[in-house]
């Protein structure tokens, strides 16, 4: 009689055991969530810095061989060059430039310019920025200062 039983009984989860389990996996998303998206964006930042990089190698050829920097980024091929998060990087040429006053140019939080040869940086994650390193918009760029001897986020300059 117990064969018979057991092939007639059900098997399968009851609706508190699904509900349990869905709890349990929305708990643990929960958790996950915030860190997986701050790592994505610490990794998007770490790229930005190494195409920085790569950028900065380019214009450095450029130079040794004409003797100037480039006007854009057109001239050395990489003006449709997108950063992690789709936006054009930015590039000033300041060396050799006909540009009058400071104002475009990147500001230390003393408003200071920040490089004498070029700026070349990202806008970030909010695709925005301001000259000066102490406005809000410009905390998530990542820029190149002191003429290439820091590379990252302005808010860690």
Not at 19 to 25: C, G, K, P, Y
Not at 35 to 48: G, L, M, N, P, T
Not at 97 to 122: A, C, E, F, Q, W
Request: proline share 4%; charged share 20%; net charge neutral.
């Amino acid at each position: 009689m117990g064969s018979i039983k057991a092939a007639n009984s059900k098997h399968g989860f009851t609706l508190l055991e699904l509900l349990l389990v869905l709890a349990i996996i929305g708990t643990l998303a929960t958790i996950a969530t915030p860190s997986f998206v701050k790592h994505r964006e610490s990794a998007r930042a770490a790229r930005a810095v190494s195409e920085i990089k790569i950028l900065e190698s380019e214009i450095l050829s450029f130079f040794i061989d004409r003797g100037e920097y480039p006007d854009s980024l057109d001239v050395i091929g990489r003006g449709t060059f997108r950063d992690p998060w789709g936006n054009p990087y930015q590039y000033l040429k300041i060396a050799g430039s006909s540009m009058k006053g400071i104002g475009k140019l990147r500001k230390d939080h003393s408003m200071v310019p920040v490089n004498t040869d070029y700026d070349l940086y990202s806008r970030g994650k909010d695709g925005e920025s301001q000259a000066p390193f102490s406005a809000q918009m410009s905390q998530d760029d990542i820029v190149r200062c002191g003429n290439g001897s820091y590379i990252g986020l302005v808010s860690n300059y």
